[in-house]
Nanobody, 126 residues
Framework: QVQLVESGGGLVQAGGSLRLSCAGS????????MGWFRQAPGKEREFVAAISRGGGTTYYSDSVKGRFTISRDNAQITMYLQMNSLKPEDTAVYYC???????????????????WGQGTQVTVSS
């Protein structure tokens, strides 16, 4: 069982930065691929970024590539999302997820994932 808790969301002006954290629990955290997803009002949840078990491989959606950076610290049982050059269209509830899949690319398109956090709101004003 893995529990995930996001933090770090808030209100920021366009062009600003935020750093999201996803704190996990359990000694099996390092055995899961991890990812960030987001859901804007009236839209479906969409993939943002994913990172492999050891943190050596990352994968991003085209909409955030070059602006967001995903990372993880397995010793601290935490995953991060550094978001720079934020745009109003980045406004959404951001969720972290853990999954047993080895393919972080597949994690972006899987219908269901093993564990989800409760979400943290990010609002970017223009």
């Amino acid at each position: 069982q893995v529990q995930l808790v996001e933090s770090g969301g808030g209100l920021v002006q366009a062009g600003g930065s935020l750093r999201l954290s996803c704190a996990g629990s359990g000694r099996t955290f390092s055995t899961y691929s991890m990812g960030w997803f987001r859901q804007a009002p009236g839209k479906e949840r969409e993939f943002v970024a994913a990172i492999s078990r050891g943190g050596g491989t990352t994968y991003y959606s085209d909409s955030v590539k070059g602006r967001f950076t995903i990372s993880r610290d397995n010793a601290q049982i935490t995953m991060y999302l550094q978001m720079n050059s934020l745009k109003p269209e980045d406004t959404a509830v951001y969720y972290c997820a853990a999954d047993s899949t080895f393919s972080i690319q597949f994690m972006g398109v899987k219908k269901t994932l093993d564990y989800w956090g409760q979400g943290t709101q990010v609002t970017v004003s223009s």
